[in-house]
């Protein structure tokens, strides 16, 4: 693998401090006893010159060393995760300035200290490791991190979108077709569409679309088993790609892989833009207010509203949470997505998303959820009433975290996916706060429940739960370090 310029000097300046170190060298001796200036050699070190043959034997002879094993790409053991990172794709691929994170700097903070950086970058790759995390997981992460960054809103995809529907003059109270939706891809950006064929091609009847290339035109392959939701949501999202003129692209989100971070970035533009297309935020901000002033908490009323909007749950959910922080002051929720498989009392945490901060209710590996969510207990009772079959159920409660002082709306919606056995529950909770409480009147309201809840079983207190699935042993674990702690320091002032 070929070395980029900006890396060949990073590893030459880690290694020329590492040896200095190693010889127990400051700046300036070395300066004296190679006839090089300290800023010079600083400036090496940094990774920001790459010194001339001549200078390098100069370094070298100090440093007791030859010139070819100075200037090798190869470091020392110490510093092999260094290498290892250098090496991958991340430092390419994710685009740093989007967080902003000049890669300039963070080579320079490589250097600053190489073994300590070296140890720390070898600790997160054995975690990686340990957990299975590929590229794609780490891309994931990076996009979902990303989204929390700017509380999951962007304007200009928000006006790019309403401009769009002004140029198509599509009436503010109307929500565009699915044949106006294929008509635009078709005639003006050369689409055809067609009826994903999974019986000559079984392996592909999991694949909601895919879009392959042609010569002189784009074919827009489609599963025939989609709702007229997620067809509009596909179209959508492809007049997105071309609108938004998104090169680099996903053909297919089947398979839930990315070559890139681009990739994953410019997918979920062309989402965003898919949601702000049919689901307004004019209409929706005005929609969540009529709701938020009931005095009682109402599901058929919210339901009426993703009907209306002709979406699902889960799209509804994500769409609430791009306007929350600007039009309502809520900057304090999650977004959490759950798959029940009945008669198993399985339930695993397949997306979610937490704006303003990291809250209690997120993924912890190899652990049980507390079995009293809303989001569980819906798809308890999804699995086993068989009348809810092909219902969308809705459900909330105000979570109250135990040790914490802490409560949350939870409002959770579930939904068998037939022919799949399984269920899902997309679940959005909105930290009650006073501003929350003052916008959402019926979040006081006696006609929800509270209940008592927590993370996971291993770190619960509540020993009395019914709903218990495992000992509570992280939190005992804890107890038993604090007790230690405590007897301990008491020795020490004896």
């Not at 694949?207 to 489609?222: A, E, F, H, I």
Request: hydrophobic fraction near 35%; include cysteine.
């Amino acid at each position: 693998m070929a070395i980029k310029p900006e890396n060949t000097r990073l590893l030459f300046g880690l290694k020329l401090k590492q040896l200095r170190i190693d010889k127990k060298l400051s700046l300036s001796e070395l300066s004296s006893k190679s006839g090089l200036s300290v800023s010079y050699i600083n400036e090496i070190e940094k990774g920001k010159k790459y010194p001339k043959p001549d200078k390098i034997k100069a370094l070298a002879r100090v440093l007791e060393v030859t010139p070819e094993s100075l200037r090798s790409p190869k470091l020392s053991k110490r510093l092999e995760p260094i290498t290892e990172l250098l090496d991958s794709d991340i430092l390419t691929e994710l685009p740093l300035e989007l967080f902003g994170i000049d890669p300039a700097t963070l080579l320079q903070l490589l250097s600053e200290a190489p073994t300590k950086t070296s140890a720390f970058i070898g600790t997160l790759i054995e975690i990686a490791r340990n957990y299975n995390m590929s590229v794609e997981q780490f891309y994931f992460s990076a996009l979902r991190t990303y989204q929390e960054m700017y509380d999951n809103y962007f304007e200009d995809l928000e006006q790019m979108a309403e401009r769009f529907l002004l140029e198509k003059q599509i009436p503010e109270e109307e929500l565009p077709s699915i044949s106006l939706l294929s008509e635009i891809l078709e005639k003006e950006y050369h689409y055809r569409i067609e009826t994903l064929d999974d019986r000559n091609r079984p392996e592909l009847e999991d694949v909601r679309s895919l879009m392959v290339p042609k010569k002189g035109y784009n074919l827009l392959l489609m599963n025939k088993r989609l709702s007229e939701n997620q067809r509009a949501f596909i179209l959508c999202r492809e007049i997105g790609y071309q609108y938004l003129n998104l090169k680099n692209r996903l053909y297919t989100t089947a398979l839930a892989e990315a070559e890139s971070f681009e990739q994953l970035l410019n997918n979920y533009f062309a989402s965003y833009f898919a949601s702000a297309i049919l689901i307004k935020r004019t209409l929706l901000v005005k929609k969540l207010e009529e709701f938020f002033a009931l005095e009682t908490w109402q599901p058929d009323r919210l339901l009426d509203i993703i009907y209306y909007f002709h979406t699902t749950p889960e799209s509804f959910c994500y769409r609430v949470s791009n306007v929350f922080p600007k039009y309502f002051g809520i900057n304090q929720l999650f977004f959490l997505r759950f798959n029940g498989y009945p008669g198993h009392n399985r339930f695993d945490m397949t997306k979610e998303l937490h704006l303003g901060r990291k809250h209690y209710p997120h993924t912890k590996k190899d652990e049980h959820y507390c079995r009293r969510w809303v989001g569980l207990t819906i798809l308890k009772e999804l699995a086993e009433d068989p009348g809810s079959k092909g219902k969308v159920l809705c459900r909330a409660h105000i979570s109250h975290y135990i040790g914490t002082g802490e409560k949350y709306l939870a409002i959770s919606f579930a939904k068998n996916m037939a022919p799949s056995m399984k269920n899902v529950s997309v679940t959005m909770g909105i930290y009650l706060d006073p501003i929350a409480l003052d916008k959402i009147r019926f979040a006081s309201s006696p006609s929800l429940v509270t209940r008592e809840v927590n993370g996971t079983c291993e770190r619960c207190e509540l020993f009395s739960c019914k709903d218990r699935m495992a000992a509570p042993v992280v939190l005992q674990k804890k107890h038993k370090t604090e007790v230690l702690k405590k007897a301990l320091d008491q020795l020490m002032t004896e």
